[in-house]
C-alpha cells in the first residue's frame, strides 16, 4: 500500500468531518448551522487542496483516485442525511443519491480495480460535486436565516423548504446523469456478447 502523504489525509479528513457534519445539521440551532457551513467550507478546500498538491508534487496515486470521491460521497449523504432528518429534503429524494453512490462504489469502482483500472474523477463527477457543493451551502443558510428570523410567517418558511427540496431534487438526478461517463466506460470495456446463434 502506497505510503500515505499530505493530499491522502487531507482526503481521509473528509471521511472524520463527516460524521461530525451530519451532528452539527442536526443540532437544529443557529450555532449548529454556523458550524455546518464552516466543515462544509473546510471540506472542499481540502477537496481543492489534495488534488493540487499531488499534481504539484507528483504525489498522485491510485489511493487518492479512490478514496477522494468516496471521501467526497460520504460527506455530501451526511449532510443530506441531515437535511432529511431536519424536514428540509424528502427521503424518496435522498435514496436517489444514496443508490446512485452505492451503484458507484459498491460495483463501478470494484470492478475496475479488479481489473486493475483506478477509477477517477470524470468531468461529469466534477460538476455534481460543485453542484452538491452550492446546493448544500444554499440549504445551509436558509435553515439559518429561518432561525436568525423567527418572525418569518409559516408560508415563508414552508417556501424555503420546498425550493430546497426542489433543488435538491435536481442535484439528484443530474447526479444520476452523472453516471453516464462511467457507464460508457464499462460499456467499451465488457461490449455485449453477440447472442445470435450460428445458422
Known sequence: MSRLNLPNLLTLSRLVMAPVL?????????????????????????????GYLARKYGQATDFEKVVDPL?????????????????WMPLWVYLIFLGREGFMHLFLRPYFLLRGVALGAKWTGKVKAALQNAVGYAVLLAMAATRLWPEWPEPTRRGLRDAAGWALLAVAALSLASLWPYVAELWRREPPRNTESGG
Open 22 to 50: 451530519a451532528a452539527t445539521v442536526m443540532a437544529e440551532t443557529l450555532t449548529g448551522d454556523i458550524a455546518s457551513l464552516v466543515l462544509l467550507l473546510i471540506a472542499g478546500i481540502t477537496d481543492l487542496l489534495d
Open 71 to 87: 471521501a467526497d460521497s460520504f460527506l455530501f449523504l451526511a449532510l443530506f442525511y441531515g437535511f432529511v432528518a431536519t424536514g
